[in-house]
């Protein structure tokens, strides 16, 4: 069976790509016919995630708070690959504990990485995109960014911010026909949190697991990975050629609403 979502020759950069929901990314990206520059600043993981990857992919180093990284990924891009069609600003960083104790320079990183990164890559890159006949953003925000969480409260600010600046750069990048959308990984699935989420204690996480409809129809699951890649590949495709603007939710419906126990036939 052919698939229905193709990626052939598509040329696309997925941030923070040496591990995790990045690399999952970028190899259902080659699965799906696809090239890859994987960019990332753990460069020994990098190399090896790329050289796993095979010919279609290739490594870069990219800080993605760095306009000068991005300026010259840019130019390295256009020499290799001669143009890009698409782009997944997915690199961030989490930091956990109450807001009444941020670290005001740890704050300072999360804005850079999580929201600065995606915009100076968006401005960077749509010049290569425009080229090349108008291209898809996909954004990585997360249910963080579609609600708020004790303990998460930069991390909401930055997933929220990158939302906004989805929608924005969707209205004016749409004039050239570059779609820009937005996907919101729950999380909680042994196969989701990655070394992203070291600190946290999931068992205690999961206490409130109920409200997903999944659980209450006895699959212990949230997403996973694979989930979520797989709405990212489908938004890089001509298949979602309808969408920009948008938000999608990969969460197994965590943020759909409150499932209340008690409400009549329930
Ligand atoms: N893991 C979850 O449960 C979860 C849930 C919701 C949303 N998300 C989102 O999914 C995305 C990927 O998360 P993950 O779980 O794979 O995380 P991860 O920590 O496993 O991977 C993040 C990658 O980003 C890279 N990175 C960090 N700072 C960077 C920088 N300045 N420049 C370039 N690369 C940098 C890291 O080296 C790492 O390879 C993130 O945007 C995250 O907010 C994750």
């Known amino acids: 069976m052919s698939e229905p979502t193709s990626l052939e020759g598509r040329r696309i950069l997925v941030t923070g790509a040496a591990q995790g929901l990045g690399l999952t990314i970028a190899e259902r990206i080659i699965d799906l016919g696809g090239s890859v520059v994987v960019a990332d600043v753990q460069d020994e993981a990098g190399e090896h995630a790329v050289a796993a990857l095979g010919a279609a992919a290739r490594y870069e180093h990219l800080d993605v708070s760095s306009d000068a990284d991005w300026a010259s990924v840019c130019d390295r891009v256009t020499d290799s690959f001669g143009g890009l069609d698409g782009l997944v600003n997915n690199a961030a960083l989490l930091d956990m504990g109450p807001l009444e104790r941020i670290d005001p320079d740890r704050a300072r990183r999360l804005l850079e990485v999580n929201l600065l990164g995606p915009l100076l890559g968006i401005r960077a890159l749509a010049p290569l995109l425009r080229a090349s006949g108008g291209g898809s953003i996909v954004n990585i925000s997360s249910i963080g960014g579609l ?13 929220w911010g990158l939302r906004g600046l989805s929608r924005a750069a969707a209205l004016e990048l749409g004039l050239d026909g570059t779609r820009v959308n937005t996907v919101c990984p729950g999380m909680g699935n042994p196969d989701m949190p990655t070394p992203f989420l070291t600190d946290f204690d999931l068992d205690r996480y999961l206490e409130s697991a109920p409200r997903l409809p999944f659980h209450r129809a006895g699959q212990p699951r949230n997403v996973d990975v694979h989930d979520v890649a797989e709405m990212v590949v489908w938004l890089l495709s001509d298949a979602a050629r309808g969408c920009t603007g948008a938000d999608f939710a990969v969460d197994a419906g965590w943020t759909a609403g409150t499932f209340a126990p008690g409400l009549p036939g329930f």
């Not at 708020?148 to 997933?159: E, F, L, P, Q």
């Open 147 to 159: 609600e708020g969480m004790n303990s998460t409260a930069t991390y909401n600010a930055t997933k």
